[in-house]
Structure formats: structure tokens, C-alpha cells
């Protein structure tokens, strides 16, 4: 597969796989613009009814023709559409997991579970400059020797922040107003500087982006306009995450319309569906990536590819890791990695009792204290195995929810109570399938703060965010020697990816609020 093509692709899932419309852009088009679905759209071409209604009974859908004979000839082209990127084989399948999750429920685990093994997890703050600085250097020799990717989850729209657009493009009041993607492209941008320091040769690491359907095309254009961030436009590629049908309670698929079905997002899990049927997992296979940092888009301290993260990972020939942060009290309302019946997963809080919650070791610790943040290593090996062989095993996640429907008029009407359900699936279930799982624990005020909410919140929300970054960055500039005056402080990517050579910059200087620190001090503003 032509690396310069595969990024037009795009994951159809759920959609899933059903992907005949998907086709190559060999004509140079940039990422997913020429990638339109060539499904048909005239009645020539269209299944006749008789045949699409047999396929659905076959499956107990017919009922999705319902209004077939009301439908103009678009609107049965549009049905027809989105009942062939059904897989139906798998819908009852699907349904009758979804609900035997759904029954699991609310089941207490702690007779099943035990924390990480000493031996399994890395303390940061209770490592060894040297021995951090060992795996540091690993890690950049693996980007000099092109064998690292960043899988990047950005499938959300900023709804909740009140931003009408892809998650990413949201600036949250920096002095450089620079965006999420921007901030985590220039990170990349600055490793591959970083590693030819210490190797003498230029590694490129590629950005593998999943995105929505609805965000994929400004997402698009925004790495476009923005000319990718000084990263090479053949090492950025987007995809797109899938979706998976609504159903109600009785195993129905919900129509949203006449000639629509209800679908929704199939959560970060679906990442590896998409990455198999979008060809990125052959993509890699033909660039010799061995190792991926995967992560959501939502953290601002996020450091991208960490260099000391895909070090310890090698070195310690993990198949799969994460990174967590110790919790901030027993009640902290965040999934724990822990392992269940001899497997590593994420257990919910609401999985554990308060008595396991707050259990702690003879040195005063959370017994179960390994909070998950949504980022995750995994070798391009463990990858291939789950798109190959486990994806289809991984857990389904249910929801109810209030779902718009159809009803026996015709008439699309919102529930004022669930009505139905939907289906996920979280990229963190793949932990058990892992013959080496390892953590690593990294302070949270240093890489973890979530982009969640609006101010108003005051919590996991732009005003929380942008004073982490600023307390970090001041953090770094006065471990290298330099006094700050007041709180406002940025530093850009290309000056310090993580706080490393900043000594020449400002040592025994002094500088006042607000600091942004550019490619030289005369960015100090």
C-alpha cells in the first residue's frame, strides 16, 4: 500500500465492514478529502426491495422498510445506504452482549481483585535521574530509528466547552492562543529534534489521528491551513472512528428517521476495528513501527510520544502499558487499573466497594490507587493481534439513553425517558490480552489535566487547564535556574518539550508575568 495514499482512507466501520465504497486516492489528494463514499444514489443501481427485506428478516430488522413505500427514490438510496454498512451478521450478536453487560451492571469486584504488582509498575518520582535518563535515551533512539507512532483519539466536538468544533482546534487562553493540535503537533515536531541531538539522525514520528464522521473534515482543513505544524504532511494520517446502531430494549434497531437508522460512535474502542479496515495497521507494517503511544486529545500536559515511557516499555518488552496517576483519595470518581481473575483491566469505581476503595499498604498508599488517564502504549505486534483475532471479543459498554425515534405514524419524536440503548466499546479492554502489561506512574500535575467542561464547571475545564500548563512551565524555567514573577507562563514546544535545555536560556535571569517563551527570549512578553 502506498504510504502518500493510505492517509485518504478512511474507516467505514459500523459501518464497519462493509467497506467496498472505501477507495485509494492515487491522485495526491491530501488525507480524507477525496475519500467520499462511492456507495450507489440512483434506483438503477439499488437493491430491489424484496432482497433487502429478506437480509433484514433474516435478523428480525425487516421492520427498518417500514415506510419503504413512502420513501422518495434519495430517501430509499439513503436507507439503503445505511442499512448496507450494517454488518447484519453481527447485530444479534451484538445485542445479545450488550445485554448480558448490561446485567453485569453494578457487580462488585473486589473479591477478584488484586492491585499491580510492585515489579509491574514504574514510580517516576521514586526512579532514579539515571535510570529515567536510560530510558529516556532509548526512547528517542527508537523515533530516530523511525519505529514510533502516536495514535491520537479525536473523535469529540468541544459541545460541552460551547465550541462547535473538533475538540482539538479548541485554544484555551494561552498567550500563544495555540490550539490542542497544534501544542501536540509542535511536541512531536520537537522530539524528532531532540533525537537527532542524541543519535545524529532525524527520526520522524507518525501521527496517526482517529477521528468522527463529524469531525474528520475540519480537522482536515485545519492541518491543512496550518500546514500540518511544520511536520511532513505523508506522516500525518486521519481516519475514522465507527459507529455502531441503537437499539431499543428488545433488540430493534431504532430508525432516527424514515429512511435513517440511529447510530452512534462506538467509543475509543473502536480504534482498532477502525485501524484494521482503514489500512493503518498495514501502514505500519510497511514503515516498520514497532512501538505507539496512544492517548485522547483532551490532555493538556500530554507529552506525546514520551521518550522515557516507549524507553521503559521496550527495555521491559511490554505488549501493552499505561500510564496513571496516583489517586487523590478513595472516592476520586476515576477507573483504577487493577487485575481480575489474573487479567489486567480498568475497574470502574462503581466496581468496588468503599471498603476496597479505601484500602491502603503498610506505607500509608492506596492499596488500589492506579488511576487511569487514557494513555496507553502497545507494539505494533499486540495491534495486528487485536485487529486479527480479539478485537471481536472486546467487552461492550451500554448505556440507556433517551433515543429520537419513528413512531407508527412516522413521526420522529424525543423520548422524555431511555428508551433504548447504546453500545461502546473503551480502548483500555484490550489490557487483557496482553502477555506483558506493565504501568507506569507519572505525576498528575505534571502530565494529566482533562479538557472536559466549560468554566462554569470549575473543574477538568479551560481556566483548570491553562493554570496547569502555566504552573509546569514555571516549574520547569525555575529548576533550570530562572525566577518568575507571578503565574502566567508558557513555554513553546520548540523551545523545551519537557523542561530540558533551558539553563542557557534563563538561568539567574528574572522574569514577570506573563511569560511566553519562544524560540528566544525575545518571546518573553
Request: contains cysteine.
Amino acid at each position: 500500500m502506498d504510504n502518500g495514499c493510505l492517509c485518504r482512507l478512511q474507516s467505514e466501520m459500523g459501518r464497519n465492514n462493509n467497506n467496498s465504497g472505501q477507495q485509494h486516492n492515487t491522485n495526491g489528494g491530501r488525507l480524507l478529502r477525496n475519500a467520499i463514499k462511492s456507495s450507489p444514489t440512483t434506483a438503477t443501481t439499488m437493491t430491489d426491495y424484496q432482497t433487502l427485506h429478506t437480509r433484514l428478516a433474516q435478523v428480525g430488522q425487516e421492520h427498518l422498510l417500514k415506510f419503504w413505500p413512502e420513501l422518495t427514490t434519495d430517501e430509499r438510496s439513503a436507507l439503503e445506504r445505511d442499512i448496507n454498512e450494517l454488518n447484519l451478521n453481527e447485530i444479534k450478536m451484538y445485542f445479545d452482549r450488550a445485554t448480558i453487560s448490561m446485567n453485569e451492571n453494578g457487580i462488585k469486584l473486589d473479591d477478584r481483585l488484586q492491585p499491580i504488582p510492585d515489579d509491574q509498575i514504574l514510580s517516576i518520582a521514586r526512579t532514579s535521574e539515571d535510570k529515567l535518563n536510560s530510558y529516556r535515551e532509548e526512547g528517542l533512539q527508537q523515533i530516530s530509528d523511525g519505529r514510533v507512532a502516536v495514535l491520537l483519539m479525536a473523535g469529540g466536538q468541544g459541545t460541552r466547552l460551547g465550541f462547535d468544533q473538533p475538540k482539538g482546534m479548541y485554544d484555551v487562553g494561552l498567550e500563544s492562543h495555540k490550539t490542542l493540535f497544534r501544542i501536540q503537533g509542535e511536541r512531536i515536531l520537537k522530539l524528532g529534534q531532540l533525537a537527532e541531538e542524541l543519535t545524529g539522525k532525524r527520526g520522524h514520528i507518525v501521527w496517526y489521528i482517529m477521528t468522527s464522521e463529524h469531525t474528520k473534515q475540519p480537522t482536515l482543513a485545519y492541518f491543512e491551513a496550518n500546514n500540518y505544524f511544520g511536520l511532513l504532511e505523508e506522516n500525518v494520517l486521519l481516519f475514522e472512528q465507527g459507529s455502531l446502531p441503537c437499539f431499543d430494549y428488545d433488540g430493534r434497531i431504532i430508525l432516527d428517521e424514515k429512511h435513517r437508522v440511529s447510530r452512534s460512535p462506538d467509543g475509543n474502542g473502536g480504534i482498532y476495528r477502525a485501524m484494521q479496515v482503514s489500512g493503518i495497521l498495514d501502514d505500519m507494517q510497511q514503515r516498520g513501527i514497532r512501538y505507539l503511544h496512544a492517548h485522547s486529545v483532551d490532555n493538556i500536559l500530554i507529552k506525546v510520544a514520551d521518550p522515557v515511557f516507549i524507553g521503559y516499555c521496550a527495555q521491559e518488552q511490554a505488549d501493552c502499558a499505561a500510564k496513571v496517576v496516583e489517586k487523590s483519595a478513595p472516592n476520586e470518581a476515576v477507573g483504577v487499573v487493577a487485575i481480575v481473575d489474573g487479567k489486567y483491566q480498568v475497574v470502574e469505581y462503581s466496581e468496588i466497594s468503599a471498603k476496597t476503595a479505601e484500602m491502603r499498604n503498610s506505607d500509608g498508599r492506596l492499596t488500589f490507587s492506579a488511576g487511569n488517564i487514557c494513555n496507553h502504549f502497545f507494539t505494533a505486534d499486540f495491534l495486528q493481534k487485536i485487529g486479527s483475532t480479539y478485537e471481536r471479543e472486546l467487552k461492550l459498554h451500554v448505556a440507556k439513553k433517551k433515543i429520537p425515534f419513528v413512531d407508527n405514524a412516522g413521526k420522529r419524536l424525543t423520548p422524555d425517558k431511555p428508551n433504548g440503548i447504546k453500545i461502546e466499546k473503551f480502548v483500555f479492554d484490550v489490557f487483557e490480552f496482553a502477555e506483558k502489561f506493565v504501568a507506569m506512574e507519572v505525576p498528575r500535575e505534571e502530565e494529566f489535566s482533562a479538557l472536559k467542561n466549560a468554566d462554569a464547571a470549575g473543574k477538568d475545564c479551560p481556566s483548570t487547564a491553562r493554570a496547569d500548563l502555566h504552573r509546569l512551565h514555571r516549574k520547569y524555567i525555575e529548576n533550570a535556574g530562572g525566577i518568575v514573577h507571578g503565574d502566567i507562563c508558557e513555554i513553546a514546544p520548540s523551545v523545551s518539550y519537557a523542561g530540558e535545555n533551558l539553563a542557557h536560556l534563563v538561568e539567574g535571569k528574572s522574569f514577570s508575568s506573563p511569560v511566553y517563551l519562544r524560540d528566544s527570549l525575545q518571546g518573553h512578553l
